[in-house]
């Protein structure tokens, strides 16, 4: 750290003459923590940012409580009060610096922090990062700092039992649904895929700030107006200033493009004691813009702002910020009401999923699995994703990785599935998380709008809280509705981001059961699943937007052995069981599995015909939304991720491991589709762009081999033109005259798009019969094996057709270029595996399973 000392004689701040001023000094405080349960004087290590469950962990006093059934026995650490302590050392210059500003990022939630003998702060909230000064109670030497955390369900039993009743949050798995009281993320007391943790802990970094003159408290890069001409901006600072009197400072904002010249604008201010705002207007001429995945690259730029007292820079902020347009369209037609994005001016069809928080302890998600995550987002050609409101607000780098990869985000507050109450205290607690939270994440230019909770209003109208509860707590729900969702949050939002669009609840317009229900807004489709309604039922029950639809698998095999042994290997084995919490999941997956697959008997063959099952209903469901466009125009699917190895809706398991569904997520989700589709009598070949230029004099080859590989009749289709960002209808052939009866259970259709150059743009393989009804050959799958240090490539082949190929390998979160796919007859091809365990030298073991295999 570079320290510059003014001289008496040069510094123009009269009422500050002669005083040194310094640039900020950070001391992190994430070491040397103790931690207690409350009544002993046991004092063990402490690993902050944590949890009081990972330190338990930690120290043997906890069992894993992802093996087995060990979630039973590690309810009780949610009744304890927990103590956490450290101290530090401050010198006796920075005791000087003018002011000390102690911040807790995230404390997880009822805790009391003492610096020094001092009661410094009460927190409340985990949604929110709390400052405090402190130069008044610090010490020359050795401060001792101790946080002191309420039990978070004991704290709330007596709103509980003044309630009068209990609130309707059926996922929290307690029978007393303690969690609405709290402002903690609502997953951690429970839910249809979630294990039951509830944490306590300093779940965020704690830092200590010595400055002099001022802090920046926040630091917003308002877009104005965007053209492709110029970016108005405006740089909007709050300057927190420390002195009792007037300052004269300098503030300074600038711009750079990717390590280009810096474009710097100084504004000469006169700082007054406590908040000022500062606004400086800025032209950026010739703005690149951010484009979302698949449309070009997500530019950003670097923005800085710092404020300079004499020559050294007290306080500074940087961001990265994206250039761009996103506006929601709402607009009444025909067929009821738009919901879509359109990004720079250009309708976007909205493809990804709902992410939901990526490990039951929150602080042990890395920068790593951040990273991974998002390539797996990325790489599946996904261009949204919703973070939902059961979980948390996510850590700034979340949204630096959607900024970077140019994923839109759909934020929604943190309010799931339940009514809330809405007493003045509560509502305080939540004005202050809406403000830090908007706050923090307004500068990110993923971020595509404010959703004000998930399915409350929907559960207010169709889940039959009505009959629950008496006819004034039942309107009372509706009036606390009102003033979360219709009066605090928007207003907040307009308030500080007045730009960004903001809905009450996803989904927007619930009206089950009705015709009129799917022409409005964003929709979750649930028919499939808890409505057994079929796969096939996607291709009618069409949304303007889903957000939300969804089937149940197991994860892998190998996930599986992680917290069950063999003897624990059956569908209802109590362990399996404790890893299930959809009480109706099993017999649901069985239920479409005998609609379409031979319902196979060993336990490792249901669990592959699961993920097989589950990858291709949904992608059904994706053809049909993409095929729809523009009147549907997203597809966001339930759910992206895992917080524990658990049996559920997700593409992604707990380790990482791809399943069925990513990959076919991936295929569906390519910018240019091929999407044949039986309609009726008929067969239909649909093309699916979003690409966003025109390609023409485009072939498309259609082939109808049988299983052996013997080509049975071909066709072409030459000269077509695709507009771009579009989807449209370029074959119609009734079956009957396409092959026989005999022959749909023995052929398939091979698709390939070509371009003049004879360069292959996209292809498809279409089975005409449901798998269970298909004559599939016992083919025999050889391969070849190349290992190299990191990675591994295997070489398939088979003379017949191997349905369904799933490679498996015994590493978790090893990287497949593809799995669960078609192996054609007579084709070559190569899969990598990627892995850093991967090594040259030792034998990797190598299963490999198809779908004629598991009967
Ligand atoms: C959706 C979600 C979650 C839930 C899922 C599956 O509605 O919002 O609440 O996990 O359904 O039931």
């Known amino acids: 750290m570079v320290k510059r000392i003014i001289g008496g004689l040069l510094c123009c701040c009269s009422m500050v003459y002669g005083q040194n001023r310094s640039e900020a000094v950070t001391l992190t405080l994430n070491d040397h923590w103790l931690f207690s349960q409350a009544g002993t004087e046991k004092w063990l290590s402490a690993k902050v940012p944590g949890t009081v469950h990972q330190d338990l962990i930690h120290h043997q006093l906890l069992p894993d409580p992802f093996y087995g059934v060990n979630e039973e026995k590690i309810q009780w650490v949610e009744n304890e009060d927990w103590q956490y302590k450290t101290s530090f050392t401050v010198s006796e210059e920075l005791l000087n610096r003018e002011g000390a500003l102690l911040t807790f990022e995230g404390l997880d939630t009822y805790a009391d922090v003492y610096l020094n003998g001092s009661l410094v702060l009460k927190s409340d909230n985990m949604f929110v990062g709390y400052s405090v000064p402190v130069k008044s109670v610090l010490r020359k030497g050795e401060n001792r700092l101790q946080v002191y955390f309420h039990s978070p369900v004991k704290l709330v039993m007596p709103q509980q039992a003044s309630n009068g009743f209990n609130y309707p949050a059926d996922n929290d798995h307690h029978k007393e649904h303690l969690s609405v009281f709290t402002r903690k993320a609502p997953y951690s007391y429970g839910w249809d895929w979630g294990i039951r943790m509830v944490t306590s802990g300093i779940w965020r970094p704690v830092s200590l700030r010595f400055y002099d003159v001022a802090t920046i408290d926040d630091y917003q890069v308002k877009q104005l107006s965007l053209t492709d001409e110029a970016a108005q901006l405006l740089h909007e600072l709050e300057v927190k200033s420390v002195s009792a009197q007037e300052e004269q400072a300098e503030v300074v904002v600038s711009y750079s493009l990717e390590g280009g010249a810096k474009t710097t604008i100084r504004q000469e201010v006169r700082l007054q004691p406590g908040m000022n705002r500062i606004r400086i207007p800025m032209e950026l001429p010739h703005p690149v813009r951010w484009m979302p995945n698949g449309w070009g690259k997500p530019t950003l730029y670097d923005f800085s702002a710092q404020v300079v007292c004499k020559d050294v820079t007290v306080a500074e902020q940087r961001h990265r910020i994206g250039l761009r347009t996103i506006s929601v369209v709402n607009e009444k037609d025909k067929a009821g009401e738009s919901f879509y994005f359109e990004v720079n001016g250009i309708p976007m069809f909205a493809k990804g999923a709902n992410y939901i928080p990526q490990d039951a302890l929150l602080p042990n998600v890395t920068t790593e699995r951040y990273e991974t995550l998002f390539r797996d987002v990325r790489e599946a050609h996904m261009n949204m994703i919703r973070v939902w409101g059961g979980g948390t607000y996510e850590d700034d780098r979340f949204y630096e990785l959607a900024d970077e990869n140019g994923i839109l985000v759909w934020q929604d507050f943190m309010f799931a599935c ?191 015909i699961g993920l097989v099952l589950q990858g291709r209903g949904m992608r059904h469901g994706f053809e049909a939304h993409r095929r729809n466009r523009p009147y549907c125009m997203g597809t966001l699917y339930w759910q992206l991720n895992d917080s524990w190895p658990v049996v559920s809706w997700s593409s992604i398991d707990y380790y990482g491991n791809w399943k069925a569904l990513h990959y076919q997520a991936k295929r569906a989700f390519a910018p240019l589709l091929i999407n044949p589709v039986q309609q009726g009598d008929s067969l239909q070949v649909h093309l699916l762009s979003d690409e966003l230029k025109t390609l023409d004099a485009l072939t498309l080859d259609m082939r109808l081999i049988d299983f052996n590989g013997k080509l049975i009749k071909k066709e072409s289709i030459k000269f077509l033109s695709l507009p771009a960002n579009t989807s449209m209808c370029v074959y119609r052939q009734s079956l009957a005259s396409l092959l026989t009866t005999e022959q749909r259970a023995n052929c398939f259709l091979s698709l390939t798009l070509k371009e003049k150059s004879g360069h292959k743009v996209a292809e498809e393989v279409y089975f005409f019969e449901p798998t269970k009804n298909l004559n599939l050959p016992q083919a025999s799958v050889s391969y070849k094996v190349k290992q190299r240090n990191g990675s591994c490539e295997l070489t398939l082949t088979s003379s017949q057709l191997a349905k369904d190929v799933f490679i498996q390998v015994p590493i978790q979160g090893a990287r497949f270029s593809d799995n669960f796919f078609d192996l054609l007859p007579g084709e070559t091809k190569k899969v990598t595996i990627s892995s850093p365990s991967l090594n040259k030298e030792g034998k990797l073991d190598i299963t490999i399973k198809h779908v004629r295999e598991t009967y």
């Not at 209003?457 to 979360?484: A, H, I, N, S």
């Not at 730009?499 to 989904?507: G, M, V, W």
């Not at 996607?538 to 095999?557: A, H, I, K, V, Y």
């Not at 959809?582 to 060993?602: C, F, H, Q, W």
Request: hydrophobic share 35%; charged share 25%; with cysteine.
């Open 418 to 608: 339940t009514s809330y109450p809405s007493d003045p205290t509560f509502l305080k607690r939540v004005e202050e998380e809406a403000t830090y939270n908007i706050k923090r994440l307004r500068n990110h230019a993923s971020l595509a709008m404010w959703c004000g909770n998930n399915e409350i209003l929907e559960g207010l109208k169709y889940w039959g809280w009505e009959k629950k509860f008496t006819p004034e707590v039942y309107q009372e729900m509706f009036r606390g509705y009102d003033r979360l969702f219709n009066e605090l949050l928007p207003a907040k939002v307009s308030e500080l981001d007045g730009d960004r669009f903001y809905k009450h609840s996803s989904p927007y317009f619930a009206n089950w059961g009705r015709p009129d229900s799917w022409g409005v807004g964003d929709s979750h489709n649930w028919g499939v699943w808890y409505g057994k309604k079929t796969f096939e039922s996607l291709d009618t029950d069409l949304p303007r937007f889903m957000s939300e639809f969804g089937f149940q698998s197991f994860p892998e095999m190998k996930t599986i052995a992680t917290f069950a042994a063999p003897e624990d290997y059956q569908i209802e084995s109590k362990v399996m069981n404790g890893h299930q919490k959809s009480s109706i999941g099993n017999a649901l997956i069985r239920t479409y599995m005998e609609r379409d697959y031979i319902v196979p008997e060993k336990f490792e063959d249901f669990v592959y």
